[in-house]
């Protein structure tokens, strides 16, 4: 790589990074890209360079927000887990990080309220990530032996949503039910609980 | 009532409708007053008269917006449902809104991930709407037999605000999984369910 492109890198990631904080703690519609620019260090011209509009800036922002929410939450392949065991340690890590004080819920989620437009260039963006968590529940699911592991991939995905609208709405961190209710749907399937 | 008092109630009436059909279309943070006032068809001085704040019309708006979504998911006292059936109603009333062209969603949920700021005024409002929910599925749970109410409660109020993030994410009419995975958490409690 040359200097020249690692400088247009590095503007391009701070950029990112001042929408990830700004988007996450004040709002999307809430922000406007002169505050972004400013944060970040970076003219507005060069902002405009590597996002042409506010929306190409959303675009951008999403897959990074939603990829640090995951992050963490997806156990490592080589946990050691269960494939039950891997899905209840889904809603348990979930339940953990809602006791971080910057919690802010699922980004996915926050995003999708803010911008009611389903044309929008980040609703795609936005259904492949749900439809990312909705799949890896199924192939675990599976593995686990569910009875029917694609409605209980849906309903899983559901209450992992469910659980995010609930800790944002009250602003508090996610009651231990979260946890159960997931161990309540993969019992109704037949799936072997871990302890 | 007198005739001055109409007026200005027929004004405040006006401006929550345009602000109804605003928020929900466009979103709290897209919908500037101006066009609120420009849409009521009242001035902007007459409008700041009742609501002094961007904020105070907000806090006016999200019980009324409320109100009316619940409406029809409810059932009324008078419906010859058992407890379980009312639980239930809620679930099959929730996935028959969803097909309707203007669906929208949880304007709680809505409003809340658009206003990340806990210390709005329209928290506290969002709050008791969810508690409100909440308490009719632990009184119907309660009436129903159920093992653990309260927890039932929390489950049912988690997987009805999933189900309302899962289709607004995606722009689609809610699965038959929403009314399954109640049913499902209803049994696990030694609910007996209607057919």
């Given amino acids: 790589m ?7 890198d590095g503007v391009r990631e701070r950029v990112l990074e001042a929408a990830c904080e700004l988007f996450a703690n004040r709002g999307i519609n809430s922000t406007g890209v ?3 620019s400013e944060v970040a260090g970076v003219s507005k011209r060069s902002l405009y360079q590597r996002f042409p509009s506010k929306d190409h800036l959303i675009a951008a922002y999403l897959p990074r927000a939603t990829d640090r929410f995951l992050d963490g939450l997806v156990p490592a392949e080589d946990s050691g ?4 065991g891997r899905i209840l340690e889904v809603f348990a890590a979930t339940q953990r990080k809602s006791h971080q004080p910057d919690f802010r819920g699922c980004p996915v989620l926050n995003a999708t309220a803010e911008i009611p437009d389903v044309g929008h260039p980040m609703r795609g963006i936005a259904v492949s990530y749900k439809d990312r968590l909705q799949g890896y529940f199924r192939a675990q699911a599976e593995a686990a032996g569910a009875a029917d592991p694609e409605l209980l991939a849906e309903q899983l995905a559901m209450v992992f949503d469910g659980a995010m609208s609930y800790g944002s709405v009250r602003d508090q961190p996610l009651p231990d ?16 609980l871990p302890q």
């Fill in 177 to 192: 039910s979260v946890h159960a209710t997931a161990r309540t749907l993969l019992a109704a399937q037949g799936v072997e």
């Fill in 2 to 8: 040359t200097t020249e492109a690692q400088a247009l």
């Fill in 81 to 84: 887990l269960s494939a039950a």
């Fill in 34 to 36: 002169d505050l972004v």
